[in-house]
């Protein structure tokens, strides 16, 4: 990773996340889109006190705030959080 993405994700960023969760979606979209927020928090976001948050939310008919910007301070929470939403 290089460039402007790998400075702001060193440096730190605010990422919130808007997932259509209408019914007529393909389950397997949303996986993926899961797994690259995952992958996104592993490898890339520094997770340091005061860098990088992450927001989820999602949408059908009505919004659903389901993680707040600065919800969680540290990686494993937030990669807990991630694994658990459609478990």
Not at 8 to 15: Q, V
Not at 24 to 53: C, T, W
Request: aromatic share 12%; net charge negative.
């Amino acid at each position: 990773m290089s460039g402007w993405f790998a400075t702001a994700c060193r440096e730190g960023i605010d990422l919130a996340i808007v997932l259509d969760e209408s019914n007529h979606l393909d389950p397997n979209k949303v996986q993926r889109e899961l797994d690259f927020i995952y992958e996104f928090v592993l490898n890339a976001a520094s997770m340091e006190p005061g860098n990088s948050r992450v927001a989820l939310v999602t949408y059908a008919e009505t919004a659903k705030v389901h993680f707040y910007l600065g919800n969680f301070t540290d990686r494993r929470r937030l990669l807990d959080a991630v694994s658990a939403f459609h478990s």
